[in-house]
């Protein structure tokens, strides 16, 4: 409790920062760097890297070193948009990564950025952009959220022969639970759909409010539970999602003592999503 009291001033504090008028800052890797251990959300980083009155003084090969860093790939794209253009060199190169030289094809074809994504997502091996492929496409002028796409997409996400993939069409329903929300607002019961890599919402009280995502664009899945004895008692599961957003799920039953409905989930994730990291944040 007292950790996430903490992270949630940290937040508040960060995003507050961001908003008061400040000198100018020459953002490197490491205020970078130490931005992230000291808690600041992404959305509060990405503000001071979108101020133009800070600079960025960063290479292709200083986003690498982030991106190796487990920076995430929202605040790397947001940055590249900022490197100056004097950083990337004028001689045209070759990408380290043969397949960026047909995703660059696709581009210049007049392809939406949706579709381009899609491909992304659907490629069999992960991407690990060099600092070479970051300057192939910064040359070609690609958009940073495709960059951002490329960079979620690693080693770890399902591939045909998966246990993921073996969902298929199936559909693994997990009723019984209850969407935690936001400080003073009201929960929300509904239940959650697991069908191929997405997790689908539907609330119960009001379908307007129903909302899917990607399980292969979670960076982190825990338990909350209740120390007990003989063993803790885990009543909420909770998901960090790489863009930032996070999503706790409570069973309905926690008052009357069950927790089926989130050991449910867990073990389902478990199964068909072996690469998850699964474990707290501060793990």
């Known amino acids: 409790m007292r950790s996430t009291i903490l992270g949630s001033i940290l937040s508040i504090a960060w995003l507050t920062l961001a908003a008061i008028p400040a000198s100018a800052e020459v953002l490197t890797v490491n205020s970078i760097l130490v931005a ?17 009155a ?8 200083d986003l690498v070193t982030l991106r190796d860093a487990s920076v995430r790939e929202n605040v790397i794209a947001a940055l590249w948009a900022r490197v100056p253009p004097s950083e990337v060199t004028p001689t045209p190169i070759v990408p380290d990564d043969a397949r ?5 094809r696709l581009i210049n074809s007049g392809i939406s950025e949706s579709i381009v994504a899609e491909q992304v997502r659907q490629a069999a091996q992960p ?6 492929d970051l300057i192939y496409l910064k040359q070609n002028r690609v958009m940073e959220t495709t960059i951002a796409a490329l960079m979620a997409k690693r080693a770890g996400d399902p591939t045909p022969d998966s246990p993921a993939a ?3 069409a199936e559909a693994i ?12 607002s ?3 019961p509904g239940r959650l759909v697991m069908q191929g890599d997405s997790l689908a919402w539907t609330d119960a009280t009001d379908h307007k409010r129903n909302f899917d995502f990607k399980v292969t664009g979670l960076e982190k899945v825990w338990f909350t539970c209740q120390a007990r004895t ?5 009543y909420q599961i909770n998901f960090q999602i790489v863009k930032g957003a996070r999503y706790q799920f409570q069973d309905r039953g926690r008052e009357s003592g069950s927790n089926a409905a989130v050991l449910k989930l867990m073990d389902a994730l478990r199964t068909y999503f072996p690469q998850i990291a699964y474990g707290s944040p501060s793990d």
């Open 127 to 132: 991407y690990h952009l060099s600092v070479n």
């Open 54 to 61: 800070n600079t960025v003084e960063m290479t292709a090969a």
């Open 100 to 104: 960026l030289v047909d995703l660059v």
């Open 230 to 234: 003989p063993e803790d008692f885990c």
């Open 173 to 184: 329903s997990f009723d019984d639970l209850i969407l935690k929300a936001p400080f003073m």
């Open 166 to 168: 073996s969902l298929g």
């Open 36 to 52: 992230q251990k000291a808690g600041a959300p992404s959305d509060g980083i990405i503000t001071m890297v979108n101020d133009p």
């Open 186 to 188: 009201k929960n929300r």
